[in-house]
């Protein structure tokens, strides 16, 4: 189990590689290997690459590649660690009132300066995760079961909102829908550093806290008694889920069913233990999210949003895993 | 159940049906008398009751068609957003914000209606069957404009006043083609490619199929998102590389995309300062009036089509 | 040596535990025995700190209160009630959970796991996932969690409810062998008493009726109130006449 968990855990790595070339070779535009190789030798050199060619391949396709990894890895291990949490296996990194929240702020920035939309769907979500945890509190800890509905309650209360200023302001309607819908057009090598720097910041916490996720299954009191601090555990994992999901959808908008099927893939193939899962669920976030994208990106009518394509190869799969649980 | 109960429920239900039916048959019998039918734009064939002297009009382009052809003075109710012939009239206004009130419409007691898709389909089938016809008036093409405004004529008995204004706009058009088309002769360029911006990020633009795609076509533009195979696509930012086209037309009122620092200041500059439009600052951006008149498929968007073209081609004006 | 003084335990206005009162010496075998809603299981939750109490709870004169989890965890160690799983752990992953209060190192190939394994009597089972074992085999592997803790004290809620005979007489054949732990099985029936003797503590409505051995002259007297019922004796071995 251990050593084939390892070998798994390299080839995922592997294929996200493989993944990312197929990725930069697919597109609305033909641009065949030969001409990629070529014109990356140029370009890295300095040496009057096709401009068409080196443009759509290292600010367009490379960025945006580059966006679809981040946010897929994100929202796997968001994703993963919420499930654990709540021991719900329909958890998804949204859960606790960030889409909701975020959309408020993306409508109201729409209405105020489409530069502000990310800074206030950042807010915004951060605002309703905010809520969501004061109402859920007691003895000075997270209580899971009141948060899920708290994160329900404050989800309908914010998409109502958000719907309110939407139907107010029917200009910015367009815009509102195009970033609820959610997508990585707006893919820029600035927007991959700072979502990169925060993956970066947040995962180790994630994988230090791993041993503790795997007892935190068992419930709360059989982690507690077996020595884990679960209710400051819970409070640390949601917080930077809900952070850097927050990061995420301020700049992608939100895009649903990666942070639900990844886990339960990974679990499939690697087993309930966090001691792999932690690295294998982000890592077919990444892989379901960019070849989503690529597909979204290469469809003949123009773009598709992502979401619609997350969805169809989320819910199928979704659905598989249930009927093999069934079988069980 | 009580079987008296179920004999009486039986009893009223028929009764009921027959006062419909022959009900139905003397309303028919009424509209025979002196109505005519026509098609609107969704294919229905309304019956409208003759003479027409009370119309109101739920979309400001329903509005324009009207005035165009002779026949403002018949409106009792208009939208708050009609802006042709004035910024705003005396009359009433429908809320535009769709739904339109039904019960607000009726209050009018009007006799014709003209509607665009905006209305859910449901308002209209109310009105519809209120006995008051519905015309939905939203052309797809410039000559759809026409048969639209010929058929206000007939049914607000303008007939003569339509005819003239579609000439008119016929003519107008004509002169605007001859001139691209004498231009490009003369100087052997090809059409000049064109990005219409709806929304910045994504690019959301038209394509086959569209009103406004026809006007592009009209004013002498090969629009790039053409080869995409939708209506209302969504152009990949690779594709405008690709393509890298010599004009951009941007939309009014984008957030944040009012001026050309949008383009060369913006996030995805790198990209876009190397496209020839914005090299060349060849980028125009539309004023309310402009995005009115390609937005509103009616009598104006003749005008629509000259800015265009302008736009496009300015020695050739 | 634990040292209860004054316990209260309030649930809203339902008082769960009354003042209690109470001291387990070090290897200690005390079996807990009250009618449902005693607050049986409840004084285990507030040794372990599970919920919230008034009183004093303390551990060689150290209060439970200022321990954080995993020190409480190396004293005390807990097995609660049989659960149902769904979970894929296999049997090794499970019962290496017991070790999170020694040490954060991934361990499920530890010595210790083995013998511990081997202790209980399911070494053979350890690569079986924990939702396919039968209830015994989870049983037998709680304890085993419990045990890996190496704590002075393990605490037992209903270890042989929902067992079969056979089951039972096995598990409690595990307790019987653990050496020099204190020990606070909380049981409904008499079989732990019967088998593995040691002392009773016989609580109702959140007191304490009596604390002391089966031998004791008021033992039988006093249980027989505590449960509302008759209590017989065959050789040495106690039942409740079911009529």
């Known amino acids: ?328 | 159940m009580n079987p008296k109960l179920i004999a009486s429920i039986i009893v009223v239900i028929v009764i009921a049906a027959s006062v419909s039916v022959v009900y139905a048959e003397t309303y028919k019998q009424k509209v025979n008398a002196s109505t005519i039918t026509v098609t609107d734009d969704l294919g229905r064939k309304v019956p409208v009751k003759l003479p027409v002297t009370r119309v109101v009009s739920m979309d400001p382009s329903n509005t324009q068609m009207m005035y165009s052809i002779g026949a403002g003075s018949l409106l009792v109710a208009d939208t708050s957003y009609d802006w042709w012939p004035a910024n705003s009239t005396s009359l009433p206004h429908v809320s535009m914000d769709s739904p339109a009130s039904v019960e607000q419409v009726v209050n009018m007691t009007p006799d014709l209606v003209l509607a665009t898709t905006i209305q859910p389909a449901q308002i209209i089938n109310q009105l519809q069957n209120l006995s008051i016809p519905v015309l939905v008036l939203e052309p797809q093409n410039i000559s759809n404009i026409y048969t639209d405004m010929l058929t206000l004529g007939k049914v607000t008995n303008h007939q003569s006043g339509a005819e003239k204004e579609v000439n008119y706009m016929k003519s107008y058009i004509h002169g605007v083609e001859s001139n691209v088309s004498a231009y490009l002769n003369l100087t052997g360029n090809k059409k000049q490619s064109l990005l219409y911006m709806m929304w910045s990020t994504p690019i959301y633009s038209v394509g086959p199929g569209s009103f406004i795609q026809n006007v592009l076509v009209d004013a002498g533009a090969y629009n790039i998102a053409s080869s995409l195979n939708s209506s209302y696509p969504t152009v990949p930012l690779e594709d405008v590389v690709n393509d890298n086209p010599q004009a951009i037309i941007v939309d009014y009122e984008i957030p944040g995309l009012t001026n050309i620092t949008w383009f060369t200041k913006g996030n995805q500059s790198q990209v876009w300062n190397n496209i020839t439009a914005v090299q060349n600052d060849n980028i125009l951006f539309f004023n309310q009036t402009e995005s009115n008149w390609m937005n509103e498929p009616g009598p104006l968007t003749i005008y629509a089509v000259k800015t265009v073209a302008q736009f496009l081609y300015p020695q050739a004006f | 040596m634990i040292d209860v003084t004054g316990l209260t335990v309030r649930y809203g206005k339902k008082v769960a535990l009354d003042n209690l009162n109470l001291q387990v010496q070090d290897g200690e075998h005390l079996i807990l025995m009250g009618p449902n809603g005693s607050g049986k299981t409840t004084l285990l939750k507030a040794l372990l700190g599970l919920v919230g109490y008034q009183g004093k709870i303390s551990l060689n004169g150290k209060s439970t209160a200022n321990l954080t989890r995993r020190e409480l965890a190396r004293e005390i160690s807990y097995v609660p009630q049989i659960f149902s799983t769904s979970y894929t752990f296999t049997v090794k992953e499970f019962v290496s959970m017991g070790l999170y209060s020694i040490t954060r190192e991934w361990w499920e190939d530890d010595k210790r796991i083995h013998d511990t394994l081997n202790d209980v009597g399911i070494d053979d089972l350890r690569d079986k996932t924990i939702n396919t074992l039968s209830g015994g085999e989870l049983q037998k592997a709680i304890i085993a969690r419990a045990l890996i803790q190496d704590s002075k004290y393990i605490l037992m809620d209903e270890p042989t409810a929902h067992l079969d005979i056979k089951s039972t007489q096995e598990v409690l054949e595990v307790v019987e062998n653990f050496k020099g732990k204190g020990t606070i099985i909380v049981s409904h029936d008499l079989n732990a008493l019967n088998k593995l003797g040691g002392n009773v503590l016989l609580i109702k409505n959140g007191q304490k009726k009596f604390k002391g051995v089966k031998d004791d002259p008021e033992f039988k007297s006093k249980i027989a109130e505590t449960f509302e019922t008759t209590i017989r004796e065959t050789g040495d071995y106690l039942y409740f006449p079911l009529a």
């Open chain 1, 1 to 328: 189990m251990k050593f084939s968990a390892y070998i798994f855990t390299i080839s995922l790595v592997f294929l996200t590689l493989v993944d990312v070339l197929v990725s930069l070779s697919i597109g609305p535009v033909h641009i065949s290997i030969q001409e990629i190789l070529e014109n990356t030798y140029l370009f890295l050199f300095h040496k009057n690459p096709d401009w068409t060619i080196s443009t759509i391949i290292f600010y367009i396709r490379l960025p945006r590649i580059a966006l679809a990894i981040i946010v897929g890895t994100i929202l796997g291990i968001s994703g993963l660690t919420t499930q654990t949490i709540f021991k719900n296996p329909l958890g998804d990194p949204y859960l606790t009132g960030v889409s909701s929240g975020a959309a408020v702020g993306a409508a109201i920035g729409f209405l105020v300066s489409p530069y502000l939309v990310p800074v206030l769907a950042f807010i915004f979500a951060m605002l309703a995760v905010g809520i969501s945890f004061a109402i859920s509190r007691s003895d000075g800890e997270v209580n899971t079961e009141m948060l899920i509905l708290a994160g329900v309650s404050v989800s309908f209360l914010f998409s109502a909102v958000a719907s309110y200023i939407i139907y107010l302001k029917i200009a910015n309607l367009r815009g509102v829908l195009f970033w609820l819908l959610g997508g990585l057009y707006g893919a820029t090598w600035t927007n991959d550093f700072w979502l990169f720097i925060a993956l970066i910041a947040i995962f180790p916490v994630m994988v230090y806290f791993r041993r503790e996720l795997d007892i935190m299954l068992m419930g709360d009191e059989q982690a507690k008694s077996l020595g884990v601090n679960s209710g400051r555990v819970k409070t640390i994992i949601l917080l930077v889920s809900s952070l850097v999901t927050s990061l995420a959808v301020s700049v992608v908008g939100i895009i649903g069913f990666v942070g639900l099927v990844s886990p339960h893939i990974g679990r499939k193939i690697v087993g309930e233990s966090h001691r792999f899962l932690i690295f294998v669920a982000p890592l077919i976030g990444a892989n379901i999210l960019l070849v989503s994208d690529t597909i979204a990106r290469s469809a003949p009518q123009g773009e598709i949003p992502v979401g619609i394509i997350t969805a169809f190869i989320g819910a199928p799969v979704l659905i598989y895993l249930l009927f093999r649980r069934r079988r069980m």
